[in-house]
């Protein structure tokens, strides 16, 4: 991990400290983004205009404001979720989609964002506004893509999937998110990850009889049944499953267990939460019906799920992606958006700048050099 100080620290003797200006106040105090600015410049811009989830109207604003000048374009907000589409009668359409909104700022000053040795700091540098400006420039300088493209900049990804703007898209609006093939430019650490897993999670019911704990052969405890429970999963081997040329590794695991009413008391109930990461090979349903053979014998309530996403890596579109960006291909391990282009029938993969164990961060940052790759990447698959 680099040594660069916090971003409340001052700058060391010798480093670059910058911030940025792709991005200024108009003449009525709206934020204006300059989309002939550099990558990183215009990076730092988005990021320096806070969007925390639910507060992402003015960025959506910027953006908008951005994109309806570009006559190549079609340009359509729903709420403070931004569409803008080519239609050039391509063979081919490509979806590049990003959230606009980040999880709140801590107390350590995540913003205004600056650069230290090559590197941005800063709320949204990691998750994922980077990705948010290589679209950005992809729109304003490919006027005759080789693709038709449509560009998603959508609200309210960090939080519950009730406000997700991509979702409500889905349902209100599909026709705007169709597409052969869709690219997710979450951070990545400038790899492809293709597709993503399942998740799903039950509640493992065990059964007593309430007794005073003085006397507890006059009961059952369900807390000591659930070591059977729990030493399934001990022994479980979980598998790894090819789809489309990559390897998911997949996990059951107990994440929770509570029972008990009071500490004089035999348990009459126990219940061990277990999430369980599948390969996009299977659906909620077939994913659901072996972790109940896993807990046979016991009472299992599905209580979330949703379902993953197939990379396609076998489509052409997958394949010319993958071709132009000569990069590592590596499956996407945990759950993603890419799962709702899925369930559209589209296959999806996510790539972007950015380390995803640095987003969240009080010292979220990236070297501005994954920036300017991802841009170069992109413009070499579609111009």
């Known amino acids: 991990m680099p040594t660069t100080p916090q971003t409340d620290q001052p ?31 215009l990076t730092a811009a988005v990021c320096d205009v806070e969007s925390v989830s639910h507060g992402e109207a003015q960025l959506a604003d910027a953006i908008e404001a ?40 801590t107390s350590v000053p995540n ?14 540098t990691v998750d994922m506004k980077g990705g948010v400006a290589v679209m950005l420039r992809v729109a304003a300088q490919l006027r005759e893509p080789n693709r038709d493209l449509t560009f998603l900049f959508y609200e309210c990804e960090e939080i519950e999937a009730a406000h997700n703007g991509l979702a409500r898209l889905a349902q209100t609006q599909p026709q705007l998110l169709e ?43 369900a807390i000591h049944d659930a070591a059977t429970v729990l030493s399934r999963l001990t022994a479980y081997e979980a598998e790894t499953v090819t789809v489309d040329g990559l390897d998911y590794h997949e996990a059951l695991q107990a994440v929770g267990i509570s029972g008990g009413i009071a500490g004089n008391v035999v348990p009459d109930s126990c219940t ?21 053979q896993v807990f046979d014998g016991f009472d299992v309530e599905l209580t979330d799920a949703a379902d993953g996403a197939r990379p396609g890596l076998q489509l052409p579109a997958a394949k010319a992606f993958i071709e132009a960006l000569g990069v590592p291909v590596r499956p996407k391990e945990g759950w993603t958006d890419v799962a709702r282009f899925s369930a559209l029938g589209i296959p999806a993969v996510n790539y972007g700048p950015g380390d995803p164990n640095l987003a969240h961060m009080d010292d979220e940052r990236c070297p501005v050099e994954q920036y300017t790759q991802a841009e170069a990447a992109m413009l070499r698959w579609l111009a």
């Open 179 to 221: 597409g052969d093939f869709a690219v997710l430019l979450e951070p990545t650490d400038g790899g492809i990850e293709g597709g993503c897993k399942g998740t799903l999670r039950v509640e493992v019911v065990t059964k007593g009889i309430a007794a005073h704990s003085a006397r507890p052969w006059k009961g059952h405890n």
């Open 111 to 124: 913003l205004p964002t600056r650069q230290v040795n090559g590197e941005l700091w800063g709320r949204g």
């Open 272 to 292: 061990v939460t277990v999430n369980y990461r599948y390969a996009p090979d299977k659906d909620t349903e077939q994913a659901l019906a072996h972790v109940r």
């Open 66 to 105: 951005a994109l309806r000048p570009l006559g190549h374009l079609e340009v359509t907000r729903d709420g403070n979720t931004v569409v803008a589409r080519t239609s050039l009668g391509r063979s081919e359409r490509v979806v590049l989609a990003g959230h606009i909104d980040t999880v709140p700022l």
């Open 11 to 41: 700058t060391p003797a010798g480093a670059d400290a910058t911030t940025g200006s792709g991005g200024a106040p108009g003449a009525d105090g709206d934020v204006v983004l300059d989309l002939a600015s550099d990558v990183t410049t």
